[in-house]
Every structure is written in structure tokens, then in C-alpha cells.
């Protein structure tokens, strides 16, 4: 029976003997070590102490060599939660090759029959009065005996955990500075649970989930759950182990949160994280391991699976089994997200199977390309896909019935497949950061005109479907290029601090474009003479870019009003076919190196402002008609 107690009393027991002997280990949950032979005795002696300092950081040695120093020393193992008769035949070879009459072994099981040729020990349930004291103690820390208006309620409590040390404490404590009038509700949920469910463990299961049910707020069940599925799976040759950065980035919050949220759950007795200077994030610890009970995990996943709740795994190890087979076949899970580093192509496949998935976000480094049953999900209706070696998608693309929203951020995609015109419900798509797209393909256009679609840092795409259209996005996914609105669009900014070294052609093309923006280019060298060509520009701002000279055809932009070239260091003049801007109102050239204007620049008939801000050397014409300076020299 799980819950009575076995693993707090060898813990009990290890810790006040442990002193007498000169190496010592502990493995809980020895079911999670590998199975076979070699790598299970690898881990047990990297879990090995010499007068409490690890064996491994002590001598360098590994399990393989390293065994010979236990020798003939005084030993004591712990393999606590045996499952498998391996592991006692582990054990007792460890017992043979140390030979010491004085090493003691101990095992924990739920099954006698694993535990062949050892000398057993049965562990019942405690009696009222023990139990008693020992609810007493985490309800009412630091009082032997409980409030008397307590004294009622709390035997009802209590012989509804049915002596359970596990039902107890965790009770217990998720009662601890609870009201009476909550107290009061208690009693009656145990009864239900003995009334309404014959199985013991299901029973035992349901009544832990009352303190899951009392966690304060979404997020903090969701931390739970997600330890149980993702940080403690069934698989047993899966890590239990994982980096700091894994759990923070899982989370997505501040180190304080995930303290704070991590702590609430251990006062609960929920989880329990190994090494508590782990927990804080800051002192450089490699890894971070999580534990609970058996019955807690088992009640977890139990939620899981009925909830089908949003699901994130997040790692930088590589997974090497099926989706729904590692979380229970998760028919009803609706979200899912994926980030790692490598990935099985087998695993997003798998997801087709997941038929209630409505969400998908995956971020795996080394995908290439993604199976052709990936596009058979007639219900999912998000889809982010940022994968940067991502090289192709499949045909069967277009077969997302109600995809509506797309993101395909930072990828190695060279091209789309024409069956993107078959996503008959899109109503947003977003391309970031593909470096090597270099065209769309024409069958775009017959997507519907309400989409809302966003081109960003696509260096190479210089082909575009004639009516495709694309509007600026600015977001904090890192852009490589011009960001902006094709076609249709009025408005152009670039994003800022960009690698951008060439103007794409087609933003020459946009015959609407009426406001151009390029800020803080340092590797924009020239812009090409088609920029004349945008006869509906209206303004054009030019900042902190890196061009030593602007095109002759400025002088065809028949419509610009507002000509900004400002702290353009390497602009030392302006083309003379400036004269030729018969709309233009205001000019800045702030933090120019311009030395002087050009002669035509008389004719600029409607020019009311000129900005020479910051511009020591600008020798301007004697006459300037009406245009207001605005100068500050320094």
C-alpha cells in the first residue's frame, strides 16, 4: 500500500544512522533509474557519499571504476519504492562485492513478492492516536494539542484519511490557517470519496485532490501539473533531471514568481525540489530535481487526462519517445507547446493523433521538415512554427480546415508550397525572419482580402504575388530585414538597428506607399534609383543610415511633402534634382555632414521649414524667400 509511510521511515532511519558508516547512499524512486545493469550501477554511485561528500566531485572516479573503493569499507544503501526484482538483484551484488559484515542494506516496496530472499518488514496503517499527532503537527505547527473548537472537526478529518501518513500531511497542511467554516466543508468531501469510489487508490487519489483543488489561482495548478507530466514522467529511462533555464523558460516568468509559485506547492506537500539553493536560480547549479509521492503524481496525471488541459514542454535534451504515449493519450488536450533542441520526426506526427488539438506552438532547433500526416488535423486552428532549420513543409499544408491564425517565425523555409491557398479560414499570417525565402508563391493571391498578413525580415524576397499584401509588425521576435506593408499599404518603417544592406526591389513597386521610414540602417550603403518610382510618397525619412549619397531620381517624387535626411554622417551632398520636388514643404537635414545646397534649390516654391539642426558647416544661399531656419549650431 502507497502512502503508509515506508519512505519517511527509511529516510527516518538513514538519517540517524548514517553517521556510522564511511559511504552511504539514498536512492528514492530507485524505479526511475535505468533498468539495465550497468547504467543503473553508474547512477548509484554517482549518488554515493563519503562521510556526506559526493564520491564523484571527491575522487573524480566514475561508477565503473570507482566501485573497488567501497571494498571491504562500512556501506549503507537505501533503494527506496523497488518495483522491479533487478533492482534487488542490484543491490545484492553491491552487498557481495563491498563484503562487509558491518553494511547494511535496505529496500522499500509496495510488492513483497519483488523482494525475494530479503527479510520484510509490513508497515501498516498508524492507529487513531498517532495519527492524531501527527495531523496535529502540520495543521498546528509548534502546539501538541489543537484549538477546542478545532477538537471536533478535526477526529472527523482524521478518520477520513484512514491513518494514511500521506493523506494526513498533505491535509494537514492545506488546512494549516484555514478558518473553522472551512474546516467544516472537509469531513463531508472525505465521506463522498469513501461513498462513491470503490477503488483504494482512486479513493485515496481523490481525497489528495482536495488540496489541488484549494491551490490559489490557475497558475500554480498548472506548475503542478506540469511538473507531473513533463518533470516527472512515466518513462523510466527519462531524465528527472533538468537545468535551471528549462524550468525558468517553462514558466515564462520572473525567478521571484516561480519561487513563490514553486513554494506554495511544497507547503502543500505537493512537490518537493532537491536541493533547496536550486530552487532560487542564482547560484549557479546546473540542474534542479522535482519529487512527490507516487499517489500525488498518479493523482496529477489522473487530471491531466480528464482536463485536457494546455500542455508546454520545454527542454534542450532530446526526446526520444511519442507524444501521446509519455502523456496518457491526451484525446482532449487543445494546446500544446514544444521547444527543444533536437526532435524525432515521429513525435510530430504523432501529434496528428491528438484530435481535440486546437493550438500548436513548436520551436525545435534541429527540425528540417515536417511529416506529411502533419497537415491532417481538421481541428487546429493556431499554428506557430519557429524552427530554424526548418527547410520544407509538406504538400498537405493546405489540408488545415480551420487553421485561422499562422506564424512561421525565423526558419530555413526557401519556398511555400502551393497549397497554402487551400487554408480556406486564415485570417492572419505571419512570415518573420525567414532569411532564405525568397519568394511567395502566386497562389497566395487567392487567399481572402480581410486576411491579416505581416512580412518581416525576409532578406531575400524579391518576388511577390501581384494583390499580396502585407502590413509593419513590430514585435520582439528579432527581424533581419525591412519590416512593412506591401501593396495596398501606405505606411513603411524599417525596423530599427537592422542588418538590412540593400533596399528590396519591391518596395519600389508600392505604387500607394505614402510614408517610408528607414531608421538606424548602418549597413544601407545606396538606394536604388527606383525609389522615384513612388509617385504617392508623401514622406520620406531617412535617420542614421549609412548611404554616402541619395539617388538622382529623389526629384521624381512628385507628392513628397516631407523630406527628412538627418544624422546621415556620410552625406556630404544632396542630388541637384531636389529642385524638382514641387510638393515639398519641409526639409531636415539634421546632424548632416551636407557643406552646401545646391543651386536649384530655389525653386523649391512650397518649402516653408528647413531644419539644420546640429549642421556647423552648411552654408546657405543668401536668399531663402519665406522658409523659416530652424538652426542650432553648437
Not at 513525435?347 to 500548436?360: D, P, T
Not at 523555409?413 to 512570415?431: G, N, T, V
Request: net charge negative; aromatic share 10%; hydrophobic share 40%.
Amino acid at each position: 500500500m502507497g502512502g503508509v509511510g515506508k519512505s519517511t521511515l527509511a529516510k527516518l532511519v538513514f538519517n540517524k544512522v548514517f553517521a556510522k558508516f564511511e559511504y552511504t547512499c539514498f536512492i528514492e524512486e530507485i524505479k526511475r533509474i535505468p533498468r539495465t545493469k550497468e547504467e543503473a550501477k553508474s547512477l548509484v554511485w554517482e549518488k554515493m557519499r563519503h562521510h556526506g561528500i559526493p564520491v564523484s566531485s571527491a575522487s573524480g572516479s566514475s561508477g565503473r571504476s570507482g566501485w573497488h573503493q567501497v571494498m571491504g569499507k562500512s556501506l549503507l544503501v537505501v533503494f527506496d519504492d523497488v518495483d522491479d526484482s533487478d533492482h534487488v538483484t542490484l543491490l545484492e551484488e553491491i552487498a557481495y562485492e563491498n563484503g562487509m559484515e558491518e553494511s547494511r542494506f535496505l529496500l522499500t516496496s509496495r510488492n513483497a513478492e519483488r523482494l525475494r530472499n530479503v527479510k520484510t518488514i509490513r508497515l501498516d496503517a498508524l492507529g487513531r492516536e498517532d495519527a492524531t499527532k501527527l495531523f496535529t503537527l502540520y495543521a498546528f505547527p509548534g502546539q501538541p494539542d489543537p484549538p477546542g473548537l478545532f477538537s471536533r472537526v478535526l477526529e472527523e478529518v482524521v478518520d477520513g484519511c484512514e491513518g494514511l501518513p500521506l493523506t494526513l500531511e498533505v491535509l494537514g497542511r492545506y488546512l494549516k490557517g484555514q478558518r473553522i467554516e472551512f474546516w467544516k466543508e472537509i469531513p463531508g468531501a472525505l465521506r463522498e470519496c469513501d461513498e462513491e469510489i470503490a477503488d483504494l487508490e482512486e479513493k485515496v487519489w481523490a481525497k489528495l485532490q482536495l488540496s489541488y483543488d484549494g491551490l490559489p489561482g490557475r497558475e500554480v495548478k498548472n506548475m503542478f501539473l506540469d511538473i507531473v507530466s513533463v518533470f516527472m514522467p512515466d518513462n523510466p529511462s527519462y531524465r528527472t533531471s533538468f537545468s535551471a533555464a528549462d524550468v525558468k523558460i517553462a514558466w515564462s516568468s520572473t525567478d521571484k514568481v516561480v519561487f513563490n509559485r514553486l513554494q506554495i506547492l511544497k507547503d502543500r506537500a505537493l512537490v518537493t525540489v532537491r536541493g533547496e539553493e536550486e530552487v532560487t536560480f542564482d547560484s549557479g547549479c546546473d540542474y534542479t530535481e522535482f519529487y512527490m509521492h507516487e499517489h500525488l503524481r498518479r493523482m496529477g496525471q489522473r487530471i491531466v487526462r480528464r482536463e485536457g488541459r494546455s500542455f508546454n514542454l520545454y527542454t534542450s535534451w532530446k526526446y526520444p519517445f511519442d507524444v501521446p504515449d509519455v502523456f496518457g493519450g491526451l484525446q482532449k488536450l487543445k494546446s500544446f507547446t514544444l521547444v527543444c533542441r533536437a526532435v524525432e520526426n515521429s513525435l510530430v506526427g504523432s501529434l496528428g493523433r491528438l484530435s481535440a488539438l486546437e493550438e500548436l506552438y513548436l520551436a525545435c532547433e534541429t527540425l528540417q521538415q515536417l511529416p506529411d500526416v502533419f497537415g491532417c488535423s481538421s481541428t487546429l486552428k493556431t499554428l506557430w512554427i519557429g524552427c530554424p532549420s526548418l527547410q520544407r513543409l509538406p504538400d498537405t499544408f493546405g489540408e488545415f480546415s480551420q487553421l485561422t491564425t499562422l506564424h512561421i517565425n525565423d526558419t530555413g523555409l526557401r519556398f511555400l508550397p502551393d497549397s497554402f491557398a487551400r487554408i480556406s479560414q486564415l485570417k492572419e499570417l505571419h512570415i518573420a525572419g525567414c532569411d532564405y525565402l525568397s519568394a511567395l508563391p502566386d497562389s497566395l493571391s487567392a487567399l481572402p482580402d480581410s486576411l491579416n498578413d505581416v512580412l518581416g525580415g525576409c532578406e531575400y524576397l524579391i518576388q511577390l504575388p501581384d494583390e499580396f499584401t502585407a502590413r509593419i509588425m513590430n514585435t520582439w521576435w528579432p527581424v533581419k530585414s525591412l519590416v512593412g506593408r506591401w501593396s495596398r499599404s501606405q505606411y513603411l518603417e524599417s525596423k530599427p538597428w537592422d542588418t538590412l544592406r540593400l533596399l528590396p526591389e519591391p518596395i519600389c513597386q508600392l505604387s500607394r506607399l505614402e510614408y517610408l521610414s528607414l531608421r538606424h540602417l548602418q549597413f544601407l550603403r545606396w538606394l536604388p534609383e527606383a525609389l522615384g518610382d513612388l509617385h504617392s510618397l508623401r514622406e520620406l525619412e531617412i535617420f542614421m543610415c549609412a548611404m554616402k549619397s541619395l539617388p538622382e531620381s529623389l526629384g521624381r517624387l512628385s507628392s513628397l511633402t516631407n523630406l527628412g535626411v538627418t544624422y546621415c554622417e556620410n552625406v556630404k551632398t544632396l542630388p541637384g534634382t531636389i529642385g524638382d520636388l514641387s510638393s515639398l514643404t519641409c526639409l531636415d537635414l539634421s546632424g548632416s555632414a551636407i557643406l552646401s545646397l545646391p543651386g536649384i534649390f530655389s525653386n523649391l516654391s512650397q518649402l516653408k521649414e528647413l531644419r539644420i539642426i546640429e549642421c556647423k558647416n552648411l552654408k546657405l544661399p543668401a536668399d531663402m524667400g519665406g522658409t523659416r531656419i530652424i538652426e542650432e549650431r553648437y
